[in-house]
């Protein structure tokens, strides 16, 4: 079945540090979006990417969708511990199933 | 603002119980999905429900489990016969949009955690 890979599984950074997390799906999706889970909630809906190659900023993250539309980051600029969480993309395939990748957990450093 | 409200937030039942968890979504959302996530894993689909009836559904989603829209508002997940490995957090989730030209974002409840004995 599809797969939706993503890493790296955890990342621990120091605070103002960048990071970044990256989805890889192995059937073209037809949209990836992005979602953060902090520690005990639920996820919550962050961006979703359409186009092929696009790029959407809000604020210190930077969003991307790969040309072949079958992957896709998330970059953190200067991470704050408001930051700490975990992010998952999720893939909707043609069969309009959405497909979690395992998630990245981030860890700030202070 | 509108959310998905689910309940309970935390059921614990014997092995070979049936469970319900029930789900409100957003009243205007016409897709439904339920997920779960195992202590520490990732989310898993499990099913989508659209229009009364099961759109897609997940290998994980086997005959012990079902979906129900019983009265307009409320969509709820059934495991008729608990095990071990059922324990976990179930999200239920609504959007407004779907299907092939979907753009819709997911709403997600704050889930109901299922412990089985």
């Known amino acids: 079945g599809q797969q939706v890979m993503q890493i790296p599984q955890y990342q621990h950074v120091q605070e103002g540090e960048d990071f970044t997390t990256y989805c890889n799906s192995s059937t073209t999706l037809s949209n990836i979006q992005w979602y953060k889970q902090r520690p005990g909630g639920h996820p919550v809906f962050l961006i979703q990417l359409v186009k092929s190659g696009e790029v959407k900023k809000q604020k210190r993250l930077t969003f991307q969708f790969g040309e072949a539309k079958k992957n896709s980051s998330l970059h953190i600029t200067a991470t704050q511990t408001t930051d700490v969480g975990t992010y998952f993309c999720?893939?909707?395939?043609?069969?309009?199933?959405?497909?979690f990748g395992k998630g990245t957990r981030l860890h700030i450093l202070p | 603002e509108p959310e998905v409200t689910q309940t309970p937030s935390h059921q614990v039942t014997q092995m070979g119980q049936e469970v319900i968890l029930r789900c409100v979504p957003i009243s205007n959302h016409l897709y439904f999905y339920w997920y779960r996530q195992i202590l520490g894993q990732k989310v898993e689909f499990l099913v989508s429900?659209?229009?009364?009836?099961?759109?897609?559904k997940s290998e994980i989603f086997d005959d012990q489990f079902s979906v129900e829209r019983p009265d307009g508002s409320n969509f709820t997940l059934k495991i008729r016969s608990t095990k071990l490995e059922d324990s976990a957090m179930y999200f239920c989730a609504s959007s407004r949009n779907g299907g092939r030209a979907n753009t819709g974002e997911l709403f997600f409840g704050e889930g109901s955690r299922l412990t089985v004995l």
């Open positions: 999720a893939g909707r395939n043609r069969d309009d199933k959405i497909i």
């Open positions: 429900f659209y229009n009364n009836e099961i759109s897609e």
